[in-house]
């Protein structure tokens, strides 16, 4: 159901969702997160999507800003989707014009879950510091991604030099796979130092710097960076060591092949990562993740990317 409330404000926003609230019982209550989607100018639908399916796991109020580019004037239209079209969620969209969009945080504050975290996310462009955003400095977890950046690398150094704990990004969420097949790689003898590593990936996919910059920091060992065209994402990974390389190679986008010496060849399946199974993996968790912090500061200095 969709319910279209023109040139309103955030009262009778509220009012309309208790209202449906009180018309279709308590399913409104189990709602155990906030997830906020500034999306800018940007179109809304994709970014909505995917917060529909995460949901299916994660039960939350949805929260859309979006830009009325049609406007100049202060003004808000306000859309609240629930049951089919909202997923597991509640989904209010606020298209707001004017000077509405300089107060994002008091236009979303009144809409907030009592009591529940807060979780931000960006899915275009990214701010220069998270944190000092209005709305990220009342989220738990703020949520960026640099693949839908139009410059990833710039963004890359820019969330670095303003990254605050609880900052995370979905090219570095995109690498879960990647990394948890490299661990157990590495686990099993012969355990040799990793005297150098090569990945290779599209040329300006921001997950083949952070994993690049991942295993700088983890192994102290150089590793190069084999840009690629006509690609998706990261398609190759070599570990040299002294009795012979690790190598996993993903070249379809689809299938790895891992290769170890003295073991047969193993192949395992590793899709390109979808949108709403990245963000239902970060609503999982709303601790800071330490290690992508760590990667950012220690490891994208050590590949010379920041």
């Not at 040139?7 to 155990?32: H, M, Q």
């Not at 605050?164 to 990647?178: H, I, K, N």
Request: glycine share 6%; hydrophobic share 45%; proline share 7%.
């Amino acid at each position: 159901m969709i319910i279209d409330l023109p040139d309103t404000t955030t009262a009778a926003v509220t009012k309309a969702l208790v209202r449906l609230r009180d018309e279709g019982g308590a399913v409104a209550l189990g709602r155990v997160l906030t997830l906020v989607i500034d999306a800018d100018g940007g179109d809304v639908e994709p970014a909505v999507a995917a917060a529909n399916d995460a949901s299916r796991e994660h039960p939350c109020r949805v929260i859309v800003l979006a830009r009325d580019t049609t406007r100049t004037t202060a003004s808000l239209d306000a859309q609240i989707r629930v049951g089919g079209d909202a997923g597991a969620s509640e989904v209010v969209v606020l298209r707001a014009s004017g000077e509405i969009l300089a107060h994002s945080d008091t236009l979303v504050m009144p809409l907030l879950l009592p009591d529940a975290p807060i979780v931000l996310w960006w899915p275009f462009e990214v701010p220069d510091r998270p944190a000092d955003h209005p709305i990220g400095a009342m989220a738990q977890r703020r949520i960026t991604d640099t693949l839908a950046c139009a410059d990833p690398a710039a963004s890359l150094v820019r969330l670095r030099s303003g990254y605050t704990a609880g900052d995370t990004d979905l090219a570095w969420t995109r690498l879960t796979r990647w990394r948890g097949l490299l661990a157990a790689a590495l686990d099993q003898p012969p355990h040799e130092k990793v005297t150098r590593a090569v990945v290779s990936g599209h040329h300006t996919h921001p997950s083949v710097v952070l994993l690049a910059a991942w295993l700088a920091h983890a192994l102290r060992c150089p590793v190069e960076i084999v840009r690629q065209r006509d690609v998706q994402g990261i398609t190759k990974v070599v570990l040299e060591r002294a009795s012979g390389n690790v190598v996993i190679d993903r070249p379809d986008g689809r299938v790895a092949l891992l290769d170890q010496p003295g073991q047969p060849e193993r192949r395992t399946a590793m899709p390109m990562r979808e949108l709403h199974e990245c963000l239902a993996e970060e609503l999982r968790r709303l601790d800071p993740d330490e290690v992508y912090g760590e990667v950012l500061h220690d490891g994208l200095s050590r590949i010379g990317a920041a």
